[in-house]
């Protein structure tokens, strides 16, 4: 009776320890998929592959001191005396040393160099003050009055001057929104950054190997970069892209596609041209998310010259040392935040979710998750490392820790999308108001030039002469998708503003203001 009792214990207590090992097999999978767990071994699998070549000397002596302790310093002194070992030792040390030297310098990246950059300052008839703003949407009779106070509301809290820019056919009598006046708005602003880019840098458009035009919300045929071409009758083999549909951070991307090109072609000038077309996007509808746009972004354009030349060296103001983007267009609040769809009424406008900002928190945080490793010293990555072993591995409730950027980064250029996104971001890196004065007067000087924005942020601070050899600077930028890209960038000389180049000079005495 007692075996067969035995038996039957058995044969019950065998499924719930089957059920108790497939529970804890399940807890130990979800701990190693859980957010958490995967952003530990990305910190750690970054901080390997940066911190590796610093490694490899030690290591090869440890190994040596190891070898010295197991075998005796006696065998490597009877080995080192026979000379035939010796001249083979000395040969394939030499031949390996050769070897390794030359692929090291074969596999390393070509540079990125950029050799100036032009941010255009429009036409002081196109000044869009709250006045004159508020005049147009009264006179447009598309507006209700509520909805026209509503502007007015947001224009007073946006952080906006009154010296930004506006397209051309809102000053014209009667003017509408049509392609000719769209394609008018682009040849200003395309045509107005690139002709003083190609002034300053003596460098002739028949010289330029790829052109990248970035516009977001306008794609005509032909394309804008074949406008570029055409006008500037550039060569036939030069290689064009177009860039489109990528909100803000779209600038970061272009910047981001050169240096892939530049590092495989040696010898060669990468020219990027972008703005934003205002023009066929001025909503004229009443849907409350969709009339911030018009009370936020403005008329702005840029141009880079980037370089991978040894002769451009010299005469660059920057060298790019980091790249990282990212997108989070898998989640669908996110993919939704910033989208152009019709209203109620069929107007077509850009919808602003309210979310946007906690969207554009945790964009912000994958991105510099990896950014991190790459440019923060060993003592922050120590704490990231230790503060994400005890959230993980020992449970520890505490928050995420952030890093102390001021201790890698001198000056930072924060998208300047709005009041609210640049106090965000401000609060969220624990930056000082001095960090932020080159985004928030960039908004209240040109307002949301949307992927212009991070230039007249920089050309902000060249204009302060705050740029000096060896300062690193960080352009982040946010962008619908929903992305964040963000770029670090190396002085190597002392910076001085370029006069037709950059829209500061001229008001810059009076800046900051309250």
Known sequence: MDHTADRVNSHISTPCKRKSVLSKAGKVMEFLLSDATQEFFDIVRLFITYYAPYFIWPLVLLVTALGINLFGLDWFCELWGDPELRVAFFFASSSMLMVVAGSLYMLRPLPCYLVEFSSFKSLDNYKLNTEVGMYIAKMSQQFTDRNVKFQLKVLLKSGLGEETYGPGFLFKENGKPCLNEARDEMEHMLFGALDRLFYATGVKPTEVDFLIANICMFYPTPSLSAHVVNRYKMRTDV?????????????????????????????????????????????????????????????????????????????????????????????DKAYCSIITREDDDGIVGTSLSVKLLDVASKALRINITKLVPLTMPASELLKVVWNVVLRTMLGSREKPYMPDFKKAITHF?????????????????????????????????????????LWYALAYCEAKHRLKKGDTVWQVALGSGFKCNSVVWKVLADVCPTFDCNPWLDCIHRYPVE
């Open 239 to 331: 290689k064009s892209y177009n860039i489109s549909g990528m909100g803000c951070a779209a600038g970061m991307v272009a910047v981001d596609l050169a240096r892939d090109l530049l590092r495989v072609h040696k010898n060669r000038y990468v020219v990027i041209v972008g703005t934003e077309n205002i023009t066929l996007n001025w909503y004229f509808g009443n849907d409350r998310s969709m009339l911030v746009p018009n009370c936020l972004f403005r008329c702005g354009s840029y141009a880079l010259l980037l370089s991978n030349k040894k002769s451009d060296r010299s005469r660059s103001k920057f060298q790019l040392l980091h790249s990282i983007r990212t997108t989070i267009a898998a989640d």
């Open 413 to 453: 250029c924060i998208h300047p999308g709005g009041r609210a996104v640049i106090d965000g971001i401000g609060k969220h890196l624990r930056l000082s108001d001095y960090d932020l004065e080159p985004a928030r007067m960039t908004l209240h000087r040109f307002g949301n030039t949307s992927s212009s924005g």
